[in-house]
């Protein structure tokens, strides 16, 4: 009798695992369809048995899985802690149909994304974009965009993985960094396991470390658990034949979520969910993950205005608060650091604290905006890059281009200083009292014509400022340089344009000859910052120093000393954004930020 029930019990769980809604509890036995054999009367009442212990069964896992996901145990809870004992026995522990948004959730998450009105390129470029790593060996750390819109999206995500590739996290030891360049060694396992890590990492950022929430599809979800490897893509495939979200309805009806408070239980989902991030849907699934991991109400309420959609028309590019949502885990509208006061409790809202990755823009060197230290200065070296219509990602092997030397340190202070008295959004000019103030926090003594002149007009512009304090002597706190060397610094970059593009760099075609390859762009770039405080004024340095003849420079010195010309690129520009000075080469084509 036993062993009958357990096989019911089997049974039941395995009806509840179908992708479609169970069916209405009937009567009646259903129609025989013509040719089918007849169904005995016995079979009739063990049919609607089975069919009413899957809905039971059913139910009883959504019970448990609500209960392990808000930490609740004892009371009460016994047969549900039976019926995962079960699961576990019967090897289908991870079955879960999961939470179905309600029609006003659906409603709120599909026009906070999209508003109301989206065009229908709009949706396919979200609808059509996996989260695939490149094929191509040389870029193989990286991940493919084929649509335009998702790529701040790709990008962040991209940057977190490289943060696991590079700097070998998984021993958690900062002290043994063996980052390499050598992208084609990497392994399929550990490229998925730092994706994996990414993710979960991200969604627990946006969750305040407190919980995450997994976005999958109701249609493939549980046609794919439990199937081969080889399977899985076909099986996801031949599922999203003709499948479009194109609502709030369509996110009610195909969308289910799971919510973890355990690390370690949401990286076990998101590694058993790869094959579905991997499919037309990931990027869209992984956004919507995130929003609902920090709760659509939160996001809203970071925003300076909610009114408009987080997918900016007319072309579908993901706004600068999606972005920052996924480095910083909050969806602010603005780059700069803290908050700015406009009055009548008013503010402007930006980044409130350190992150991990951080981010630069070409809209800074335009005079759009100003990126604050938070995202200039992140824990490791990683930005993301945007451009006016697209997000790429730089990164450096070494975590030491961010260490500071006497030069870049004190202007830091000094920045900081003046950036916390700019009330202007980043414009870069202060009141005269904010001006006394920056002098007193940063022990500045100024002599008085100095003092009347930058005061003259009413307010004090950066640019003026900072050229007072480059000829003003260290005793009185300025950064008069008479040696020239403090400020030197060389090192390496390298840029990531996850568009699949023509490729002529180094001179990489096809065996034909005929066709340029197509596939990311990875290009090094040597940097140099000189130790003169224009790249003009370095340049006409030059004879001067290699004409000394002294032999007391190490070759690192030497290399400073005696720099290739200079290249332009617009990523260039975004690269002096951080480092000011900056002179950047390379080989081949020029990094592209579009």
């Known amino acids: 009798m036993a062993d009958q029930e357990e096989e019911d019990l089997r049974i039941a769980l395995r009806m509840s695992m179908q992708h479609s809604p169970p069916e209405p509890k009937r009567s009646k036995p259903r129609d025989t369809p013509a040719g ?60 879960n149909l999961g939470k179905e948004l309600s029609q006003e959730e659906a409603k709120q998450l599909f026009s906070m994304v999209f508003g109301t009105e989206v065009s229908k390129d709009i949706l396919a470029q979200w609808t059509n974009q996996g989260i695939r790593f490149s094929s191509d060996p040389e870029t193989s750390m990286g991940l493919v965009q084929h649509e335009g819109g998702p790529c701040g999206v790709l990008a962040a995500i991209q940057a977190f993985v490289l943060k696991y590739i590079l700097f070998s996290l998984d021993e958690l030891s900062k002290s043994q960094f063996a980052a390499s360049n050598n992208f084609a060694s990497l392994t399929e396992d550990a490229k998925a396991r730092a994706l994996v890590r990414s993710m979960g990492e991200i969604l627990f950022l946006c969750g305040d470390n407190k919980r995450a929430a997994v976005a999958t599809l109701s249609v493939i979800r549980q046609k794919v658990e439990g199937s081969e490897d080889g399977l899985k893509e076909e099986i996801i495939g031949k599922a999203l034949e003709g499948l479009s979200i194109e609502s709030g309805y369509d996110l009610q009806t195909i969308l289910r979520v799971d919510t973890y408070t355990s690390q370690a239980s949401a990286l076990q989902r998101l590694e058993e969910m790869i094959p579905i991030f991997q499919s037309r849907m990931g990027a869209m699934l992984f956004l919507i993950s995130a929003l609902l ?48 006061d406009l009055g009548g409790g008013m503010f402007l809202k930006g980044i409130s604290r350190n992150v ?5 823009t070409l809209l800074e060197s335009l005079n759009f905006c100003k990126v604050g230290q938070y995202l200039k200065c992140p824990r490791w070296p990683i930005w993301v890059v945007g451009s006016e ?153 030059v004879a001067l120093s290699s004409g000394s003849g002294g032999n007391d420079s190490s070759g690192k010195d030497a290399e400073v000393a005696k720099p290739e010309p200079s290249q332009h690129a617009p990523l260039v520009d975004c690269i002096k954004t951080r480092w000011p000075r900056a002179i950047c080469n390379w080989v081949g084509d020029p990094p592209s930020i579009v």
């Open 36 to 95: 089918a054999p007849a169904v005995s009367p016995d079979e009739s009442p063990r049919r609607l048995q089975r069919e009413l212990m899957a809905a039971a069964a059913e139910k009883r896992m959504l019970a448990a899985r609500t209960g392990s996901a808000s930490g609740l145990a004892g009371s009460g809870l016994g047969s549900v802690s039976k019926v995962e004992k079960k699961e576990k026995e019967l090897g289908v522990e991870s079955v």
């Open 293 to 340: 991991s920090r709760g659509l109400d939160s996001v809203q309420d970071d925003r300076d205005d909610p009114s408009l959609p987080l997918v900016t028309a007319p072309f579908g590019h993901a706004s600068q608060e999606i972005v920052n949502l996924l480095l910083c885990g909050q969806a602010v509208p603005n780059v700069f650091d803290e908050r700015i």
């Open 356 to 360: 991990e990755v951080g981010f630069l």
């Open 389 to 541: 219509s697209h997000y790429t990602v730089l990164f450096a092997l070494d975590i030491t281009v961010q260490d500071e030397n006497e030069l870049e340190e004190r202007e830091s202070q000094i920045r900081k200083a003046f950036d916390a008295q700019d009330q202007s959004g980043g414009g870069g000019f202060i009141s005269v009292e904010g001006f006394h103030q920056v002098l007193k926090e940063t022990s500045i003594k100024l002599p008085p014509e100095k003092l009347d002149h930058l005061c003259s007009t009413g307010f004090i512009v950066w640019s003026e400022f900072w050229q007072v304090i480059l000829d003003l002597d260290k005793s009185m706190g300025g950064l008069k340089d008479s040696s020239g060397l403090m400020g030197k610094k060389v090192f390496d970059l390298y840029h990531f344009n996850g568009i699949a593009k023509s490729d002529l760099n180094g001179g990489q075609v096809t065996s034909g000859g005929e066709t340029p390859v197509q596939r990311p762009r990875l290009t090094k770039l040597r940097v140099s910052v000189p130790p003169r405080w224009t790249p003009e004024e370095f340049m006409a340095d």
